[in-house]
């Protein structure tokens, strides 16, 4: 347990080191705040805090700084306090998609850019799983001859080009008849797999039909390994907030964030709407970083996650009223 004077020391030393990013004495607590104790109270505080592994000694200084243990105490502590609600600060991520041409890639792009700047930290954004989208149509348009484009049409707006070459020509009225039969099995769906052995393509010609069998293997190896794109905002962010104590957790979480493990560590984020992980919540070897997330929603189909990504000494407050203003 904790007491709620050591709690407010907590406080003070987070707030503090956040601030000023070095150890924190009792002097500069009680020149800081409004704190009605002695020196010597808050130095006994202290070490209580200190046996209860929240707060730690450094070598350099008789100053104390937040352990892992005191960062995450803080930091969840704030998520059960209200958040004063101001629609005129929403941000809106439909108003966006609109203004975006309903182009949803172009959005996330664009809303990551602009939550990053917002909260100063780095910012990803896992868009929508388009494996779990069906396909409302396809077009094949023809480029020359011998090269063709496949559009993939999702229900969400999302859309996708393929590229297929053929050695063979092909004619404009052939492209026209492909196109139409793919369309229909996109819209009845039927086969959403598309999965070459499905194709029934007895009316067409050899020429036609082997076109059609490669048109289905690129679709299929595009709806089997379609997964959830990932928007990154202000990657200079996390290499800015980074210091001499942090620097060596630059290389893992970087190579966390392009390995798509993070998508699966936001997964576990359903049931909350703000999640907090620092530290060693994240991964074993990773510290001194950590990632709030929160889930999105813009329309039918368009659901996905925002996760902020800075060091365990970041602006916990601001990050979270910025992640509740998400609508």
Do not use: C, W
């Not at 709620?4 to 020391?9: A, D, E, M, T």
């Not at 070095?22 to 020149?31: A, E």
């Not at 139409?180 to 999965?195: C, D, G, K, L, P």
């Not at 996390?238 to 979480?253: R, T």
Request: overall charge negative; proline content about 3%; hydrophobic content about 35%.
């Amino acid at each position: 347990m904790i007491t709620k004077r050591q709690l407010s020391i907590l406080n003070a030393i987070v707030e503090d080191y956040v601030e000023l990013g070095q150890p924190i004495g009792s002097n500069t607590i009680l020149q800081r705040h409004d704190v009605n104790v002695s020196p010597a109270t808050i130095r006994n505080e202290m070490k209580l805090l200190e046996t209860k592994n929240l707060i730690e000694k450094t070598h350099s200084s008789s100053g104390r700084i937040p352990s892992e243990a005191g960062f995450r105490l803080y930091a969840n502590r704030l998520l059960n306090e209200p958040i004063e609600a101001n629609k005129q600060n929403y941000i809106s991520m439909y108003d966006m998609y609109t203004k975006h041409h309903f182009d949803i890639s172009s959005t996330l792009n664009h809303f990551a850019k602009v939550f990053s700047n917002q909260s100063h930290y780095t910012t990803l954004v896992v868009g929508p799983d388009h494996s779990k989208v069906a396909l409302l149509d396809i077009k094949l348009l023809k480029v020359h001859d011998h090269h063709l484009v496949i559009v993939l049409i999702y229900e969400t707006g999302h859309i996708k080009q393929l590229h297929l070459s053929s050695s063979q020509p092909i004619s404009q009225s052939s492209v026209i008849r492909m196109s139409n039969y793919v369309s229909e099995q996109a819209r009845n769906n039927i086969n959403q797999t598309f999965h070459p052995q499905y194709l029934d393509a007895h009316d067409f010609s050899s020429d036609e039909y082997d076109i059609l069998f490669k048109v289905y293997q690129l679709i299929h190896q595009q709806l089997s390994s379609e997964s959830a794109r990932i928007y990154l905002g202000g990657k200079h962010q996390l290499i800015d907030a980074l210091n001499e104590h942090n620097v060596a957790a630059i290389q893992p979480i970087l190579k966390y964030i392009e390995s798509n493990q993070i998508t699966a560590l936001i997964d576990d984020t359903l049931d909350s709407a703000i999640n907090i992980k620092i530290g060693q919540d994240i991964e074993k070897n990773i510290n001194d970083i950590a990632i709030l997330t929160r889930r999105y929603h813009i329309d039918h189909g368009l659901n996905g996650y925002v996760a902020v990504i800075g060091p365990t000494a970041m602006h916990y407050q601001d990050v979270i009223q910025l992640l509740s203003r998400i609508s």
